[in-house]
């Protein structure tokens, strides 16, 4: 007689394996229940493509997440007000400077919040302005336009380093047929 079936040890390797999920999932710290924090709300004119869920770092740290975006519409303008969840053991000094910053080479976007100096500590439910997103692509037009306003300047720039690389050049070749020049000093250099 047969004492454990196919059946059972199929279903005791998934329960396992089950288990096993649960329990990494828990102890890599991306989900816990058990975590106290608090909120605190950023404004922005625009957040460039930032979602909810992504991290919020204090001083390169991670210590949060963004919980909520939404739209606010005044009389004359259009905000987007970011709920940030922070974690309770994170302190952020007054006058934090905080923006909007591109994480990795798959240009993940997160909040950066750069706090080190103040007497005091902000309050849960405390209300900052966010700095303007440094567009690469608003970045690429102003550079665009001093190179537009430069031209004379960057073409005499180009014929310089022409002429040096040039000179450079000639100077390798010299050294290449005699390279005895190196060994003896000469009456210019004395």
Not at 31 to 60: Q, R, W
Not at 71 to 79: E, L
Not at 95 to 105: A, E, M, Q, W, Y
Not at 152 to 157: A, D, L, T, V
Request: some cysteine; hydrophobic content about 40%; proline content about 3%.
């Amino acid at each position: 007689m047969k004492k454990y079936t196919n059946e059972f040890k199929v279903g005791l390797f998934i329960i396992i394996c089950i288990l096993g999920l649960v329990y990494l999932t828990f102890s890599t710290g991306k989900v816990n229940f058990k975590k106290k924090g608090y909120n605190i709300y950023v404004i922005f004119n625009e957040v460039c493509g930032l979602s909810n869920k992504a991290p919020v770092m204090l001083n390169g740290l991670e210590v949060g997440k963004v919980q909520d975006i939404v739209v606010q519409y005044d009389k004359d303008r259009t905000q987007i007000l970011l709920k940030l969840w922070i974690d309770e053991q994170a302190k952020i000094r007054e006058n934090p400077v905080v923006s909007i910053k591109t994480l990795g080479l798959m240009g993940e976007k997160y909040i950066q919040i750069a706090s080190t100096e103040g007497n005091e500590f902000i309050k849960p439910e405390a209300v900052l302005v966010g700095e303007p997103y440094a567009d690469l692509d608003a970045m690429m037009k102003q550079v665009q336009g001093i190179m537009d306003e430069n031209k004379g300047n960057i073409s005499q720039i180009m014929k310089n380093f022409e002429a040096t690389s040039k000179n450079f050049e000639e100077f390798s070749a010299d050294l290449k047929r005699h390279p005895w020049k190196l060994l003896f000093k000469t009456k210019e250099n004395k």
